[in-house]
């Protein structure tokens, strides 16, 4: 795990830690020294902590004027133990919302497993977003990962399967994965 690395190549366009508006803003990386870890497995340092032991991301992009964002994950997304959901909802998503950041892309593909609990951090951030004409979209999140949230009845706050799953998002520049995404989603919400 320790060689996977944030996606890089939109660095030049958008880098969190020299965002002030960012929850990241400040935080400084080192190349060097791998000190965050998913259980016994070290993880490559650029990823962001927030809180959780397993689960780590990295804001790739923002757009204040559209109001999204792009973010990686990796990891173990673990609410049973660590209350993750809590975590990145008060977090991360909460000062994104404070600057109207109401529509979030999520890339789950290095998210290992995921571990329900209770949803009302789901529940709560799925009605902010709604009110605001937001949504949540999983882009490319492992199949038995999204079964887990199906059978957690979770993926009903958020946009997910379908050409989601298959998007080559690494070969888009940010604006027009949005684009994509959002097109999926306002097909799926009928408008």
Do not use: C
Request: no cysteine.
């Amino acid at each position: 795990m320790h060689t996977l690395e944030p996606f890089y190549n939109w660095q030049h366009r958008y880098n969190a830690e020299e965002d002030d508006r960012s929850p990241f803003f400040g935080t400084e990386h080192s190349e060097f020294e791998f000190i965050n870890s998913v259980y016994d497995h070290v993880i490559h340092p650029q990823w962001d902590e927030f809180g959780s032991r397993t689960l780590y991301l990295k804001t790739l992009f923002v757009d204040y004027e559209e109001g999204y964002a792009i973010i990686e994950m990796i990891g173990e997304w673990n609410d049973l133990l660590y209350n993750d959901v809590m975590l990145l909802k008060r977090d991360v998503i909460e000062p994104m919302m404070s600057h109207g950041i109401v529509r979030f892309i999520l890339i789950g593909e290095n998210v290992l497993n995921h571990h329900p609990s209770d949803e009302e951090y789901y529940s709560e951030w799925f009605e902010e977003v709604s009110d605001a004409d937001g949504w949540i979209a999983l882009l490319n999140f492992r199949e038995h990962v999204r079964d887990d949230l199906k059978a957690a009845n979770i993926d009903r706050y958020f946009l997910l399967g379908g050409q989601l799953d298959m998007m080559d998002w690494r070969t888009f520049e940010p604006e027009d994965l949005y684009e994509r995404v959002s097109a999926q989603v306002m097909k799926r919400l009928g408008a």
